[in-house]
């Protein structure tokens, strides 16, 4: 196991960063001087309209008397409703997440040739170049997989012969053979971990073609490469779930930014997955998780309300779990009233939870939601309505399927590798212009003086 600690931060490395935090310290009324939209966002905490798109559509108010009023979340996947979209897919007892890839894509909805065709393409690409598991994967793994899959997609560059062609026909072709391998390269990559870390055996299973997404992320990681099919349907409804969410996301915005430089695929995806990794953006689920964790440590009777709210209060007051003030997995930067991938993903957590024998456990967290409501609304003074995101359940998701810590933004990433590459095409489709945002600069002139003057 290697032990050795490259993080160590020296005394002179901590007397200079007291140098950075000494001359990078900006004033803060200078935003609102200069109107500065932090975050790209208004005051009221409203997006900046910065492109357009087709790929998706949230809506979470309507203008009613001419004031803008919150609403019961909406998410569109080219125009279709998700409610409608897992509704059809669900019916009718098939894996949804190689539709979803289609229409994200593509623009609309394939029918069963064509999806038959599409799912089979997929499957073809499912594979890594030879050796690459061994040479790339399996040196120098790390405990934060995202970091991993970083250098794995950078090192498909050097096996593509055009690998900076960003002519549309080579770009999905590149998406396609990306979306395929990202269960291969997240999986592989914790298994690397696994094994030369934590000390475990060393099992590589290879992917069948014939199966979906879902399933095969489930034939990966097992020993036995076994799995139930509601086990299979939980997550590929969670794939569906997180594999697009509008172009104004961090995450997808850095595709669009990275996109609009011209840039090759490896390289637009690869800072697409450093964004997601983020505990602000697709890091949340994990936090979620591990509070969690501490709720339970602390609270041994999980329908005791009074318990419940007097540690979500804690939370919120700085004395609880991280001390951050965040109840993780409440609350969105765009839904208020609720969060649609939330509202499908419960209604189907419930019926995991009966196959795991975690009905007591699902109960906590509809305490937590409804509790932790409450308590945001009375402590913050939010009065636009505050719910549970997509983020609440899936850690609890991912933990009654066994899979580790490790792999909760990966898959995030498994997933929204399809959203990236849409929005990837479409910026190279109709921008044509580098995106390039102001910065004003608010530093004082001053004289260079000679070093032995100083």
């Known amino acids: 196991m290697n032990t050795t600690d ?47 798109t087709e790929i998706s559509t949230i809506n979470s108010s309507r203008v009613v008397d001419g004031v803008s009023t919150p609403m019961e979340g909406e998410l569109y996947y080219r125009g279709i409703n998700i409610y409608d979209l897992v509704k059809g897919f669900i019916s009718e007892d098939r894996f949804g997440y190689e539709e979803c890839v289609y229409l994200l894509l593509f623009g609309e909805l394939p029918d069963e040739k064509a999806l038959k065709e599409f799912t089979a393409l997929l499957g073809s690409y499912r594979h890594l170049p030879q050796h690459f598991v061994r040479d790339v994967i399996m040196k ?43 269960p291969l390269i997240a999986v592989y990559s914790y298994l690397a971990y696994r094994h030369y870390d934590l000390g475990h055996g060393l099992y590589i299973h290879n992917p069948k073609p014939e199966l979906s997404t879902a399933e095969n992320i489930l034939r990966l990681l097992r020993k036995d490469k076994s799995y139930t099919k509601t086990e299979a349907v ?92 965040l109840i993780y997995g409440m609350g969105h930067a765009i839904y208020s009233i609720s969060d649609p991938r939330a509202n499908i993903f419960e209604r189907f957590v419930g019926r995991l ?62 997933a929204r590798i399809a959203g990236w590459s849409a929005h990837r095409i479409e910026e190279l489709i109709n921008a044509n212009k580098i995106i390039r945002p102001a910065y004003k600069s608010v530093a004082v002139e001053q004289p260079y003086v000679p070093i032995g003057e100083r």
């Open 353 to 414: 939870s009966d196959e795991k024998g975690k009905q007591d456990e699902y109960q906590l967290y509809k305490n937590v939601a409804r509790i932790a409501k409450e308590v945001i609304a009375d402590k913050r003074k939010i009065y636009k309505g505050v719910s549970p995101n997509v983020d609440f359940y899936s850690g609890f998701v991912y933990s009654m399927l066994g899979l580790p810590d490790e792999l909760y933004t990966p898959l995030f990433a498994v």
């Open 234 to 325: 939980i997550l590929d409804l969670a794939l569906v779930l997180h594999a697009e969410h509008g172009g104004g996301n961090n995450s997808t915005f850095t595709t669009h930014v990275v996109t609009s430089s011209g840039t090759d695929t490896y390289s637009s995806v690869t800072a697409s997955l450093c964004s997601l990794k983020g505990p602000k953006h697709g890091g949340a689920n994990v936090k979620v998780k591990k509070m969690f964790d501490d709720i339970k440590k602390h609270i041994k009777n999980w329908n005791d309300e009074d318990a419940i709210r007097a540690y979500l209060c804690n939370i919120l007051d700085k004395k609880a779990f991280d001390k951050t003030g």
């Open 6 to 52: 490259f993080s160590a931060v020296t005394p002179e490395i901590y007397k200079l960063a007291r140098l950075c935090e000494a001359h990078d310290v900006i004033d803060s009324s200078l935003y609102t001087k200069y109107e500065v939209k932090r975050g790209l966002r208004d005051l009221d905490g409203k997006g900046v309209l910065t492109g357009l």
């Open 140 to 182: 120098n793994p790390s405990r934060d997989v995202m970091n991993s899959m970083a250098k794995s997609i950078l090192t498909l560059s050097s096996y593509d012969k055009a690998s900076a062609d960003i002519s549309i026909p080579n770009v999905l072709r590149q998406s396609i053979e990306l979306i395929a391998n990202f």
